[in-house]
């Protein structure tokens, strides 16, 4: 699959709004909530342009259930995919055009936590953003056929901001109260 990474598009928020109303009638009451996570969340950085959502859902095992449904809505059922606890979709719009990223979680994980602080750490951070932004489109030159070398290159930089992010996170959490 070839690694693209683009300018960011207004129209990606348009697109996960449009997606998550049809995400919310198929997962019906198991949801709580979904939020829109990834690259193409934070606003004016590069990214591939796919859509990442994250679900927050009251039983992860009712979610197997509603995978017949996410895939009459056009999505793959993968499972927990690698990651235990998750039940992860993707949809595709053409057989090497990944569009969109389904993460589900049962409340209270803390893979939630995580993914939230990243993204709201980069979206108050323009700077760590910017540094984000720059090294996906170096990586994306350098592994343009290579998705693995790809994601290994970001690892590190999304650990060590992941990090930050939990503390910044906690940091606010303990001036709020």
């Known amino acids: 699959m070839k690694v693209e990474v683009v300018p960011p598009n207004p129209r990606w928020v348009e697109e996960f709004e449009t997606e998550s109303q049809q ?7 198991n ?19 796919v859509i990442d959502f994250l679900i927050e859902v009251k039983d992860i095992g009712k979610t197997d259930d509603q995978s017949v449904a996410m895939v009459a809505i056009g999505y793959e059922a993968m499972g927990e995919f690698g990651l235990p606890g998750r039940r992860y979709f993707r949809k595709n719009s053409s057989p090497d055009m990944r569009t969109h990223h389904v993460h589900t979680y049962e409340v209270g ?14 979206i108050s951070h323009p700077d760590a953003a910017r540094q984000y932004s720059e090294l996906k489109r ?18 590190e930089f999304i650990k060590v901001m992941e990090k930050k992010a939990l503390e910044w996170q906690a940091l606010l959490a303990s001036a709020h109260h």
């Open 31 to 49: 949801m709580i909530t979904i939020h829109h996570i990834g690259s193409t969340a934070i606003p004016g950085i590069y990214a591939k342009p």
């Open 109 to 122: 994980s803390s893979e939630i936590t995580r993914h939230l602080a990243f993204r709201d750490y980069m």
């Open 23 to 29: 995400i919310a009638l198929v997962m019906a009451e």
């Open 138 to 155: 170096e990586l994306a030159k350098k592994y343009s056929q290579d998705i693995e070398g790809y994601m290994d290159g970001k690892d």
